[in-house]
């Protein structure tokens, strides 16, 4: 079963405007962590943060996190072209290494 | 570093026919390795849980009889999907994290499997 929602589910943008994409999850978690996946390709890990963190920056990302309400959102900042991809949130609850994977948002950046 | 491969990367097969997919973990040990599916447009579900020298953990709807899995080493993983049906046509992937990188997962590039 999903742990995550994510919304919006697709996402279009001009370049160099920002994005973001927001996750809501159902239980209590330790980590939430964002993923990137390009069509058809393997996921590569962006940014992890922990229960007790509020924000976390990455280069243009930064991630938010908000325990009471559940969600986490992600905003990418002057998007390019090669941020087109489907950003996956995914929760872990303590439980050893194993992470639950959000339903995805389809970003696509239109040069 | 963490780097993590999968073997084959796409393969077509004919109905009733089994298909082994490896896992392997290049510059890391990983005692724990998990098996993912993707359906088109869809996001990842997890099947099962490996573990180095033990059974594996299966999710709840997996059918273990038909997804075996085999955890021989610390740096390999298999899993076999057994007389496949066009229905087990997806995108299979798999994770594992060094031990020094907490629940950070590093993902193969996934494997193909088309059965017709």
């Known amino acids: 079963s999903q742990q995550g929602e994510e919304d919006p589910q697709a996402l279009s943008i001009q370049e160099g405007e920002n994005a973001t994409m927001n996750c809501s999850y159902k239980?209590?978690?330790?980590?939430l962590q964002w993923y990137r996946q390009n069509s058809g390709r393997g996921l590569v890990h962006l940014i992890l943060?922990?229960?007790?963190?509020r924000e976390k920056h990455s280069g243009r990302l930064r991630v938010t996190l908000d325990t009471s309400k559940k969600s986490s959102s992600l905003l990418i900042t002057a998007s390019r072209a090669a941020d087109t991809a489907s950003y996956f949130c995914?929760?872990?609850?303590?439980?050893?290494?194993?992470?639950?994977f959000g339903t995805g948002t389809k970003l696509q950046v239109i040069p | 570093g963490a780097v993590v491969s999968q073997h084959p990367s796409w393969v077509i097969c004919k109905s009733g026919t089994s298909v082994k997919i490896e896992c392997r973990s290049l510059?890391?040990?990983?005692?724990?390795m998990f098996w993912y599916r993707q359906f088109p447009k869809q996001s990842l579900m997890l099947m099962a849980t490996?573990?180095?020298?033990?059974?594996?953990?299966?999710e709840q709807g997996v059918e273990k009889d038909k997804f075996l899995i085999n955890h021989a080493s610390l740096t390999l993983s298999t899993l076999t999907v057994t007389s496949a049906h066009p229905e087990d046509s997806s995108f299979y992937i798999c994770?594992?994290?060094?031990?020094?990188?907490?629940?950070?997962?590093?993902f193969g590039p996934g494997t193909r499997l088309t059965v017709l």
């Open positions: 994770s594992a994290t060094p031990a020094s990188r907490g629940n950070e997962q590093f």
């Open positions: 239980t209590s978690i330790n980590n």
């Open positions: 943060i922990r229960s007790n963190e």
């Open positions: 995914a929760t872990d609850t303590g439980g050893y290494q194993k992470v639950t």
């Open positions: 510059d890391f040990q990983a005692t724990t």
């Open positions: 490996s573990n180095e020298g033990s059974k594996a953990t299966y």
